[in-house]
Protein backbone atom coordinates (compact mmCIF):
# COMPACT_ATOMS: atom_id res chain seq x y z
CA UNK A 1 0.00 0.00 0.00
CA UNK A 2 1.38 3.34 -0.80
CA UNK A 3 1.98 5.85 2.07
CA UNK A 4 -0.76 8.37 0.64
CA UNK A 5 -3.13 4.98 1.29
CA UNK A 6 -1.86 3.92 4.60
CA UNK A 7 -2.21 7.80 5.90
CA UNK A 8 -5.91 7.68 4.30
CA UNK A 9 -7.02 4.38 6.26
CA UNK A 10 -5.71 5.55 9.59
CA UNK A 11 -7.28 8.82 8.99
CA UNK A 12 -10.56 6.95 8.15
CA UNK A 13 -9.93 4.02 10.64
CA UNK A 14 -9.97 6.85 14.09
CA UNK A 15 -12.19 8.47 12.54
CA UNK A 16 -9.62 11.69 11.84
CA UNK A 17 -11.06 12.90 9.07
CA UNK A 18 -11.49 16.79 9.73
CA UNK A 19 -8.26 16.72 11.30
CA UNK A 20 -6.57 17.61 7.85
CA UNK A 21 -8.08 20.81 7.81
CA UNK A 22 -5.97 21.91 10.97
CA UNK A 23 -2.79 23.21 11.45
CA UNK A 24 0.06 20.22 11.10
CA UNK A 25 1.08 18.84 14.12
CA UNK A 26 3.75 16.21 15.06
CA UNK A 27 4.08 12.57 14.67
CA UNK A 28 2.72 10.12 16.19
CA UNK A 29 -1.03 12.31 15.85
CA UNK A 30 -3.34 9.77 17.94
CA UNK A 31 -1.82 7.55 21.19
CA UNK A 32 -3.66 4.82 22.58
CA UNK A 33 -3.59 2.75 26.10
CA UNK A 34 -4.01 -0.66 25.01
CA UNK A 35 -4.97 -3.89 27.05
CA UNK A 36 -5.56 -7.10 25.09
CA UNK A 37 -6.97 -10.54 26.19
CA UNK A 38 -6.42 -14.05 23.96
CA UNK A 39 -9.56 -15.51 24.23
CA UNK A 40 -9.80 -19.85 24.41
CA UNK A 41 -12.61 -21.84 23.82
CA UNK A 42 -13.79 -25.21 25.53
CA UNK A 43 -11.91 -27.11 23.44
CA UNK A 44 -8.56 -25.51 24.30
CA UNK A 45 -8.39 -23.66 20.92
CA UNK A 46 -7.72 -19.61 20.91
CA UNK A 47 -10.69 -18.24 19.18
CA UNK A 48 -10.70 -14.29 19.26
CA UNK A 49 -8.66 -11.87 20.75
CA UNK A 50 -10.08 -8.90 22.73
CA UNK A 51 -8.95 -5.29 22.44
CA UNK A 52 -9.35 -2.25 24.57
CA UNK A 53 -8.36 0.70 23.48
CA UNK A 54 -8.23 4.22 25.48
CA UNK A 55 -7.43 6.97 23.27
CA UNK A 56 -5.52 9.77 24.81
CA UNK A 57 -7.97 13.00 26.32
CA UNK A 58 -7.29 15.45 23.23
CA UNK A 59 -8.43 13.23 20.47
CA UNK A 60 -11.27 12.14 22.69
CA UNK A 61 -12.54 15.77 22.91
CA UNK A 62 -12.06 16.33 19.45
CA UNK A 63 -13.50 12.95 18.10
CA UNK A 64 -16.37 13.53 20.58
CA UNK A 65 -17.49 16.68 19.61
CA UNK A 66 -21.08 17.83 18.64
CA UNK A 67 -22.25 13.37 20.07
CA UNK A 68 -24.54 14.40 23.26
CA UNK A 69 -27.38 14.73 21.37
CA UNK A 70 -29.48 15.28 24.49
CA UNK A 71 -27.48 17.68 25.77
CA UNK A 72 -27.04 16.51 29.06
CA UNK A 73 -23.59 17.11 29.10
CA UNK A 74 -23.00 13.06 29.48
CA UNK A 75 -21.86 10.45 26.42
CA UNK A 76 -23.58 7.53 26.71
CA UNK A 77 -23.16 4.05 24.80
CA UNK A 78 -26.07 4.90 22.63
CA UNK A 79 -24.71 7.92 21.70
CA UNK A 80 -21.34 6.58 20.52
CA UNK A 81 -22.95 3.51 18.22
CA UNK A 82 -22.60 5.67 15.25
CA UNK A 83 -18.70 6.41 16.16
CA UNK A 84 -18.02 2.86 17.34
CA UNK A 85 -19.36 1.45 13.77
CA UNK A 86 -17.53 3.96 11.73
CA UNK A 87 -14.19 2.11 13.78
CA UNK A 88 -15.48 -1.19 12.81
CA UNK A 89 -16.01 -0.32 9.43
CA UNK A 90 -12.28 1.52 8.80
CA UNK A 91 -10.09 -1.00 11.11
CA UNK A 92 -10.06 -3.97 8.89
CA UNK A 93 -8.10 -1.57 6.23
CA UNK A 94 -5.30 -1.46 8.36
CA UNK A 95 -5.40 -4.69 9.33
CA UNK A 96 -6.95 -3.89 13.18
CA UNK A 97 -3.32 -2.88 13.99
CA UNK A 98 -2.85 -6.13 14.62
CA UNK A 99 -0.88 -9.34 13.54
CA UNK A 100 -1.12 -12.99 14.91
CA UNK A 101 1.13 -15.90 14.15
CA UNK A 102 0.09 -19.59 15.75
CA UNK A 103 2.75 -22.07 15.62
CA UNK A 104 4.51 -19.43 13.48
CA UNK A 105 1.95 -19.16 10.88
CA UNK A 106 -0.12 -15.95 10.47
CA UNK A 107 -3.48 -16.30 10.99
CA UNK A 108 -6.53 -13.94 9.67
CA UNK A 109 -9.49 -12.37 11.53
CA UNK A 110 -12.93 -12.48 11.32
CA UNK A 111 -15.31 -10.09 10.96
CA UNK A 112 -15.42 -7.88 14.79
CA UNK A 113 -18.22 -8.53 17.03
CA UNK A 114 -19.28 -6.76 20.53
CA UNK A 115 -17.94 -3.32 19.37
CA UNK A 116 -18.66 -0.62 22.31
CA UNK A 117 -17.49 2.96 22.97
CA UNK A 118 -17.61 4.17 26.29
CA UNK A 119 -16.70 7.85 27.35
CA UNK A 120 -15.57 7.79 31.25
CA UNK A 121 -13.42 10.89 33.03
CA UNK A 122 -12.63 12.39 29.27
CA UNK A 123 -11.55 9.28 28.29
CA UNK A 124 -12.72 7.39 24.89
CA UNK A 125 -12.64 3.82 25.22
CA UNK A 126 -13.31 1.34 22.42
CA UNK A 127 -14.04 -2.22 22.94
CA UNK A 128 -14.32 -4.69 21.47
CA UNK A 129 -13.46 -8.86 20.23
CA UNK A 130 -11.81 -9.45 17.23
CA UNK A 131 -12.37 -13.32 15.96
CA UNK A 132 -9.93 -15.86 14.55
CA UNK A 133 -11.13 -16.89 11.08
CA UNK A 134 -10.50 -20.57 12.28
CA UNK A 135 -9.68 -21.48 15.71
CA UNK A 136 -6.08 -22.29 16.45
CA UNK A 137 -6.20 -25.76 18.04
CA UNK A 138 -3.42 -27.52 19.28
CA UNK A 139 -1.46 -24.31 20.48
CA UNK A 140 1.84 -24.46 21.17
CA UNK A 141 2.80 -20.40 20.73
CA UNK A 142 0.66 -18.06 19.81
CA UNK A 143 2.68 -14.56 18.79
CA UNK A 144 0.88 -11.05 18.76
CA UNK A 145 2.15 -7.46 17.63
CA UNK A 146 -0.09 -4.72 18.06
CA UNK A 147 1.06 -1.17 16.97
CA UNK A 148 0.93 0.65 14.07
CA UNK A 149 4.38 0.45 12.07
CA UNK A 150 3.83 4.17 10.41
CA UNK A 151 3.61 5.42 13.80
CA UNK A 152 0.31 7.87 12.71
CA UNK A 153 -0.78 6.00 15.99
CA UNK A 154 1.20 5.51 19.00
CA UNK A 155 0.01 2.36 20.57
CA UNK A 156 1.03 2.00 24.81
CA UNK A 157 0.24 -1.63 26.43
CA UNK A 158 -0.08 -0.53 29.53
CA UNK A 159 2.08 -1.88 32.23
CA UNK A 160 0.61 -3.96 34.44
CA UNK A 161 -0.28 -7.33 35.03
CA UNK A 162 -3.10 -7.15 32.62
CA UNK A 163 -2.16 -5.64 30.01
CA UNK A 164 -2.09 -9.05 27.83
CA UNK A 165 -3.69 -11.50 29.26
CA UNK A 166 -5.33 -15.38 28.29
CA UNK A 167 -9.40 -15.97 28.95
CA UNK A 168 -10.00 -20.03 29.71
CA UNK A 169 -6.65 -20.86 28.46
CA UNK A 170 -6.00 -24.40 29.67
CA UNK A 171 -3.38 -24.91 32.72
CA UNK A 172 -0.06 -23.97 32.25
CA UNK A 173 -0.32 -21.23 29.47
CA UNK A 174 2.02 -18.56 30.21
CA UNK A 175 2.13 -14.61 28.35
CA UNK A 176 5.10 -12.67 28.08
CA UNK A 177 5.32 -9.34 26.59
CA UNK A 178 7.79 -6.95 24.92
CA UNK A 179 7.08 -3.19 24.92
CA UNK A 180 9.56 -1.14 22.45
CA UNK A 181 12.44 0.84 23.52
CA UNK A 182 11.70 4.62 23.73
CA UNK A 183 12.24 6.43 20.86
CA UNK A 184 15.66 8.60 21.09
CA UNK A 185 15.44 12.72 21.60
CA UNK A 186 16.52 13.12 18.11
CA UNK A 187 13.97 10.61 16.39
CA UNK A 188 11.15 12.08 18.65
CA UNK A 189 12.54 15.92 17.41
CA UNK A 190 12.59 14.44 13.73
CA UNK A 191 9.07 13.12 13.92
CA UNK A 192 7.76 16.19 15.52
CA UNK A 193 8.59 18.35 12.48
CA UNK A 194 6.88 15.64 9.82
CA UNK A 195 3.78 17.44 8.14
CA UNK A 196 0.76 15.64 9.09
CA UNK A 197 0.55 14.29 5.72
CA UNK A 198 3.88 12.97 5.52
CA UNK A 199 4.69 9.01 6.54
CA UNK A 200 8.25 9.06 7.84
CA UNK A 201 9.81 6.16 7.55
CA UNK A 202 10.01 3.90 10.57
CA UNK A 203 11.37 0.81 8.95
CA UNK A 204 14.76 1.18 11.40
CA UNK A 205 12.34 0.96 14.65
CA UNK A 206 10.43 -1.07 16.82
CA UNK A 207 7.02 0.54 17.89
CA UNK A 208 4.57 -2.42 18.58
CA UNK A 209 4.50 -3.83 21.13
CA UNK A 210 4.90 -8.16 20.33
CA UNK A 211 2.90 -10.71 23.18
CA UNK A 212 3.81 -14.21 22.99
CA UNK A 213 1.37 -16.39 24.28
CA UNK A 214 3.11 -20.26 25.04
CA UNK A 215 0.87 -23.32 26.06
CA UNK A 216 2.75 -26.81 27.36
Not at 42 to 51: C, E, Q, R
Not at 85 to 113: D, H, I, R, Y
Not at 116 to 145: M, Q
Not at 189 to 214: C, W, Y
Request: charged residues 20%; negative net charge.
Amino acid sequence: MKRRAITAALLAALGWWAVLSTPASAHPHVFVSARAEIVFGPDGAVTALKHIWSFDEAYSAYITQGLDKNGDGKLTPDELVDLAKVNMESLPEVGFFTTAKANGKAQEFGEPTEASLAFENKILTLTYTLPLKTPIKSVRSVGLEIGDPTYFVAFDIIDAPDAVITRDAPKGCVVRVARPPKLDAATQLKLAQEDITATPDMSGFQVTTRALVACP
